[in-house]
């Protein structure tokens, strides 16, 4: 079901199993189970009505293991909407099983609807919330234009660091 037609010149059809490599490409129009979004407008509009639970997968590199010890790192941060959670990395098309569980602890238990995404033309945010469906979740939103999308059309965004399976509450 999609909340916007959109019109693509070359459809990419939508495969049967996760994309694993070339994240950033086109992505189908389609994710079956799920509602798509297409436009910052419609989800605005939706997050006034529905007040969905707003999930991030943008990738983001992790703490390299064996770090020197006192050797400063500094969580990356990124720009999104308001009120997300950002689970970054859980949209790979091979996860560990830590972020699975994370991504899993994320998902409403509720009828709480949920909107997954990244950035525009890219497959963690199809691959999430393929796998949010898989999880059990009952009412998937992917939104297909992302940060960008939401940005380029105005609204406000917020700094956050990303959440690591160690930091599982929502």
């Known amino acids: 079901m999609n909340i916007s037609a959109e019109t693509n010149s070359s459809p990419v059809i939508e495969p049967n199993d996760y994309r694993t490599e070339h994240y950033r490409a086109p992505v189908p129009t389609t994710l079956l189970g ?7 407008d419609e989800l605005h509009a939706f997050i006034e009505r529905k ?3 707003l999930i991030d997968v943008y990738p983001a590199p992790n703490k390299p293991e064996g770090l020197v010890k006192n050797t400063l790192w500094i969580e990356p941060t990124r720009d999104t909407l308001p009120n997300t959670y950002w689970l ?3 949209g790979h098309g091979i996860v560990p099983d830590d972020l699975v569980a994370l991504l899993k602890a994320h998902l409403p238990i509720d009828d709480t609807p949920i909107v997954i995404f990244c950035e525009p033309s890219c497959w963690h945010s199809w691959n999430a919330s393929k796998r949010a ?13 992302g940060v960008k999308g939401w940005k380029d059309a105005g609204y406000p965004l ?13």
């Open 133 to 145: 469906l898989e999880l059990g979740a009952i009412h998937v939103y992917w939104y297909r234009a």
């Open 88 to 90: 970054a990395n859980v």
């Open 158 to 170: 917020e700094t956050i660091e990303p959440i690591r399976p160690s930091m599982r509450h929502p």
């Open 51 to 53: 007040t969905p639970r």
């Open 34 to 40: 799920a509602s798509v979004i297409n436009a910052p």
